[in-house]
């Protein structure tokens, strides 16, 4: 997963338990136009704390797992 998907996946997550930009930067510190510009991939690296934070309150947490040799299902479709 790179950053851009990174950052798509929680902008999903934020959407789905209806969180306002606003409301994210209000707890994450950030102003809303950086939360709309890191989902969007115009705002260069936010920071590891602050993508911590963000999930944290968006109930998940990041998980490190050793990078597969074989691809994955989805990147396999993905280069159809």
């Not at 851009?4 to 969180?19: G, H, T, W």
């Not at 944290?56 to 040799?69: I, N, R, V």
């Amino acid at each position: 997963m790179d950053y851009q998907e990174l950052s798509r996946a929680l902008s999903r997550l934020r959407r789905a338990k209806n969180i306002s930009q606003q409301t994210l930067a209000d707890h994450v510190g950030v102003s809303r136009a950086t939360v709309n510009g890191f989902e969007n991939g115009r705002v260069g690296d936010v920071g590891i704390r602050k993508v911590l934070k963000i999930a944290d309150y968006l109930g998940f947490e990041l998980c490190l797992k050793e990078k597969s040799a074989f691809p994955t299902l989805e990147e396999l479709r993905d280069e159809r």
